[in-house]
């Protein structure tokens, strides 16, 4: 079945000739000759041949004296960039042996990228501003100092070699003048690596696309589609235009894995159930070098899936939504869902970002009982708020379905999909398709197993915290005393929080009550008082047992020392320590002098670590009763460390 709906066009979209690390597969097998005809092996270089292409480069005046050195020693140092578009670019790549061109154009693109940020004086002046932030001492430059920067770089000659050189013809130049975007995942390379006769801001990019077919790193396709695709009257910069073409001559080395992955996926996805017969034979039946598949296709073809067009969905937000859910009750077993209600709400009115956040509250009745839901939805700017003008569609409206299948006991969980329609390196994103199918974890572990995974969300399949095992926890939890610090409102909040979030463990349940975990990241977010901050937080959570005063912390003042001074009084006694400074990573010791002021005043009970989270940690006070019962009556409670 196909909904439809509104595309989301505006500010999220990255600049037209900006290149986005999208799924370009589509786009390069169009080219079904070639691939019938192109092997990997014939994309391949010998180290000698490499060599060879970097005098070439440098023969047509690509590279400068210097950027043809530098290629060539990353050729010989095995040190040429691979897989930063995230294409698995030719499986039977020898490490050392064999240079793939899509190496070669990945190296030129960051080479362009650098020169461009040298030549439009970025580089220079982040440069010469970090020099002045050292001898100043201070982080912001006055006004003065910002003018002694622009003068020194009046005459810089990075302006001089991008502004002597003459444009070819239908040359379009940026208006914003160098509004470029530094790719920070992308290394940057040493400047002046590419010739002083070669633009960097799309001058004579057509000259260079045609030196590269001509030396053998673009075939005549695509080449011919890069110009093609080329818009004629926006800026367009070699550094993306050179990404973009890696891109697709990493697609074509990377399709005979590709298409045998893709085939296999087929078959297991057939066997399992989850593709009908008629989508097996459409997809087994496609000639050697088709086009490969949107992943989001498969789904077209499963009884258990729903692929929504957003552009064809209602445009207002809660009857888009409401028809989305009435929808999903099809493909979701012994789902019936009674008085239905979406409702957009406000959470935050706009503040210093000038933007209004939305939410959606989403309820609905079952013979079981009620499910409801409340998820983020959407930022739009105070004059949009009064209209429906765009929807989005969100992963999170999922969760009361998923909910529901969880007190079902059900094996199936809903997964969510999403995948982007063919694009190219300069055309705005096109509008993305949605899907919805019905797994078992079983049947996920198909995905996960052929590399298809990545376009569906994942899910929990237990079914051990259900709805009515959940309410039977919180009122163990209350008559064990672990609320008895909380108000009549703050229970109710967290009973509510409880019932709408996804659960899967017990410290999911105490989470969403107040001041009861204490959890926290050791590699803090608070650069001012993080000591004073979470000293507070385990006295809230102590249910009074620990009530320090006058907490004193120096954090904000001691950055560039080697300590921290902190300290507090508890019962009549005053505690200090000299904390390690280790930048924004927390020194444990605030914790062990909390335990010591608590255990030499006779504190009846202690905090106990309850949380494993990575490097994040939570810990939950308990009196020796209290944990006596927690690991009588639920063994599995504390995490093993």
Wanted: charged letters at 25%; aromatic letters at 12%; one cysteine or more.
């Amino acid at each position: 079945m196909t909904l439809y709906g509104h595309p989301r066009l505006g500010a999220a979209h990255i600049a037209s000739y900006s290149l986005r690390p999208a799924d370009m597969l589509r786009n390069i097998c169009l080219y079904t000759s070639l691939l019938l005809t192109l092997s990997l092996k014939a994309q391949m270089l010998s180290q000698s041949d490499a060599i060879e292409m970097a005098d070439r480069l440098h023969r047509v005046q690509i590279l400068s004296d210097h950027g043809r050195q530098v290629l060539t020693d990353r050729i010989r140092e095995n040190d040429l960039p691979r897989y930063q578009y995230g294409l698995n670019a030719g499986e039977e790549h020898t490490t050392g042996l064999e240079i793939s061109r899509v190496e070669l154009l990945s190296f030129l693109s960051r080479a362009f990228l650098t020169d461009l940020g040298y030549r439009s004086g970025m580089l220079e002046y982040t440069r010469l501003y970090g020099d002045y932030v050292q001898k100043r001492g201070q982080q912001t430059l006055s006004p003065e100092d910002k003018e002694k920067i622009r003068r020194q770089m009046a005459d810089f000659e990075g302006y001089r070699i991008e502004a002597a050189i003459e444009p070819e013809p239908g040359y379009v130049p940026d208006d914003a003048g160098f509004s470029w975007y530094l790719t920070m995942s992308m290394e940057m390379l040493e400047p002046e690596l590419i010739s002083r006769t070669c633009s960097v801001t799309g001058k004579t990019k057509r000259r260079t696309l045609r030196d590269l077919r001509d030396l053998g790193l673009l075939t005549e396709d695509v080449h011919e589609t890069i110009n093609r695709e080329m818009p004629s009257d926006q800026a367009a910069y070699e550094h993306t235009i050179l990404a973009y073409a890696a891109q697709l001559m990493a697609a074509v080395e990377s399709y005979p894995g590709d298409r045998a992955r893709e085939d296999a996926l087929i078959e297991a996805l057939y066997t399992a159930g989850i593709l009908s017969a008629v989508g097996y034979r459409r997809f087994t039946s496609r000639p050697e070098g088709s086009p490969l598949l949107p992943k989001i296709d498969l789904l077209r073809y499963s009884d258990r899936a729903i692929v929504v067009r957003p552009e064809e969905l209602p445009a207002d937000v809660e009857q888009g939504y409401s028809l989305l859910y009435d929808t999903l009750q099809s493909i979701v077993p012994n789902l019936s869902m009674q008085d239905l209600s979406v409702r957009r709400v406000v959470t935050n009115d706009a503040g210093f970002t000038g933007l209004v956040e939305y939410a959606l509250e989403v309820a609905f009745t079952t013979e079981d009982g009620i499910y409801r839901d409340k998820f983020f939805y959407d930022f739009v700017q105070p004059e949009e708020a009064i209209t429906d003008s765009v929807l989005e569609i969100h992963q999170d409206l999922t969760r009361s379905i998923n909910r529901f299948l969880r007190d079902q006991r059900s094996d199936y969980r809903l997964y969510f999909a999403q995948s982007y329609p063919e694009r190219n390196g300069y055309a705005r994103p096109a509008t993305p398709e949605f899907a919805f199918i019905l797994l078992t974890e079983e049947e996920y572990t198909i995905w996960v197993k052929h590399q298809s995974h990545d376009f569906l969300s994942w899910e929990d399949h237990t079914n051990k915290f259900t709805s009515d095992r959940i309410t039977s926890i919180i009122e163990l939890y209350r008559d064990m005393g672990l609320f008895a610090h909380l108000s009549t409102t703050e229970l109710q909040a967290g009973r509510e929080c409880a019932a709408q979030a996804t659960i899967a463990s017990y410290q999911d349940i105490l989470l969403c009550f107040p001041k009861t975990i204490v959890y926290f990241d050791w590699e803090t977010g608070n650069l001012e008082n993080p000591y004073e901050e979470l000293t507070n937080q385990f006295a809230a959570a102590s249910r009074g047992a620990f009530s320090p005063t006058d907490v004193q912390d120096n954090f904000a003042e001691q950055w560039e020392e080697d300590h921290v001074d902190f300290s507090f009084h508890h019962a009549g006694r005053h505690y200090q320590e000299k904390l390690r400074m280790e930048l924004d990573w927390l020194d444990p010791s605030f914790l062990v002098l909390i335990e010591r002021a608590m255990k030499e005043n006779k504190v009846e009970g202690e905090f106990h670590y309850a949380l494993d989270d990575g490097q994040a940690a939570g810990y939950l006070f308990l009196t020796p009763e209290q944990h006596s019962a927690l690991l009588r009556e639920q063994p599995d409670f504390f995490p093993e460390y």
